[in-house]
């Protein structure tokens, strides 16, 4: 199958190796402009397998159509990864709220909002506010011993996003571990630093990280977890799952990968990635130093530009049509989300870091019945930091000293490393 001939080409957005270098933004312009709805090939890359191919959404507008409309473009199908699951690992994979369809979705998504509440998420920010300050006084401290810079990944960020989640579970302290373990083996797969070797199965390929066999041991976790809540019960959301008498067994395990590898990667990859950001623009961070901007859309702008997760699979439902392009019954069609916020048709030069930006409309959380659960804590945990930086780092002192590390991955919009200078002030 390929798609419409243009003289125009259409340029590659699939390959994962490209965004190590960065998020390309020319290439979704050409993509918005030219080719709204675009072909993609699907080679094999990595060890991965090749697959079918897809249609690449590009602008906001169709973006926000596709996140909206489950009856044409569903979760359910084919899940939301964009290389398709193994059909024997496809039934348990439909398990997962991520990747269902109303009304089980809406079931399901009902039953966690009970745990997930805006009460006991603004309950933390007091518990937020102090691992943010303790982690960034520390990483200044020892960049001040040392060579004068600090990893504001390795130092903050990923230390910062991890704890705020198991606090807010009510895992354990000496189990925090495994949840970091767990989260760069499913969300770093395709990035040799973050997964390490692949599994590879009897046929020689790679094992895909959210088979069933891949998360046996995470299941096995949550479940023996389950039963210590139950036991000693605690205001978190694991005891309220574990406690909730609708919640089958193999929906608390589901929830739990849920909850552990996107609420996890959530922050771990929008913090640093606005921090990028703000050493970039100095002014811009001197204003909200000075609190001439608001936090609040600040945070959003900062999300506008570094969305979390770049890509989210669809599959069509039925024959239907696009911008323009026919899309058959069973393709695959994948939103570009960093292309959608920053569509020129909906956001005034959209490379431009504007933290007054208002309306910011941008789908960093998705849209739709899939809108991230999770957003209210996400963006608590990111305002607070966002302020800690603010009083640690004076104005024009958030200054990169090395270019930074990206994930190879199509699907998380990771920095692995964000080293900045330490300044005295």
Same mark, same amino acid.
């Given at each position: ?39 993609? !090939? ?18 906001? !507008? ?20 964009i290389r398709d699951p193994d059909p024997a690992d496809l039934p348990f994979i439909r398990r997962m709220m991520l990747n269902q369809d109303p009304p089980h979705h809406r079931r399901l998504r009902v039953l966690v909002s009970r745990a997930f509440t805006p009460k006991r998420v603004d309950r933390f920010e007091t518990v937020v506010r102090e691992r943010a300050r303790s ?144 050493? !970039? ?105 966002? !302020? ?38």
């Amino acid at each position: 199958m390929s798609g419409p001939t243009s003289p125009v080409p259409v340029p590659d957005v699939f390959d994962p190796r490209q965004y190590a270098r960065g998020v390309p933004h020319d290439r979704y312009r050409l993509l918005r402009d030219q080719h709204p709805v675009a072909w993609q !090939e699907e080679p094999e890359v990595l060890g991965w397998p090749a697959g079918p191919g897809f249609w690449a959404v590009t602008r906001h !507008e169709d973006a926000v159509r596709v996140l909206k409309d489950s009856s044409t473009y569903s979760s359910y199908l084919g899940a939301t990864q964009i290389r398709d699951p193994d059909p024997a690992d496809l039934p348990f994979i439909r398990r997962m709220m991520l990747n269902q369809d109303p009304p089980h979705h809406r079931r399901l998504r009902v039953l966690v909002s009970r745990a997930f509440t805006p009460k006991r998420v603004d309950r933390f920010e007091t518990v937020v506010r102090e691992r943010a300050r303790s982690l960034l006084t520390r990483a200044v401290t020892e960049a001040r011993a040392g060579d004068g810079t600090c990893d504001l990944v390795t130092q903050v960020t990923d230390d910062y996003a991890l704890l705020n989640l198991t606090d807010l579970l009510g895992v354990p302290d000496t189990d925090r571990g495994l949840l970091l373990h767990w989260t760069q083996r499913v969300i770093g797969y395709q990035d040799p630093d973050e997964a390490g070797v692949p599994t590879l199965g009897p046929d020689g390929k790679p094992v895909n990280p959210r088979s069933p066999a891949a998360l046996r041991d995470m299941f096995d976790y949550a479940h023996a977890l389950a039963v210590h809540k139950r036991r000693n019960p605690a205001d978190d959301v694991m005891t309220a799952l574990a406690t909730d008498p609708e919640l089958t067994a193999p929906e608390l395990e589901m929830f739990f990968f849920l909850l552990v590898v996107a609420g996890n990667d959530t922050v771990r990859s929008a913090a640093p990635g606005g921090l990028h950001l703000l050493a !970039e623009h100095p002014e811009a961070y001197a204003r909200l130093r000075n609190g001439e901007v608001g936090l609040a859309t600040a945070v959003d702008e900062l999300l506008r530009r570094h969305p979390p997760v770049l890509t989210f699979r669809r599959t069509a439902a039925q024959d239907t049509a696009l911008a323009g392009t026919r899309i058959r019954t069973g393709d695959k069609v994948v939103v570009f989300h960093a292309s959608a916020n920053h569509d020129e048709r909906v956001f005034p030069s959209p490379l431009t870091l504007d933290l007054t930006r208002s309306p910011n409309p941008h789908i960093s959380f998705g849209d739709g019945p899939h809108v991230c659960l999770g957003a209210h804590f996400a963006r608590l945990q990111l305002r607070v930091l966002y !302020e800690e930086v603010c009083g640690v780092f004076p104005a024009g002192g958030l200054s990169l000293a090395a270019p930074p590390r990206r994930l190879v991955s199509n699907f998380i919009n990771g920095v692995k490393s964000l080293r900045v200078g330490v300044v005295d002030v």
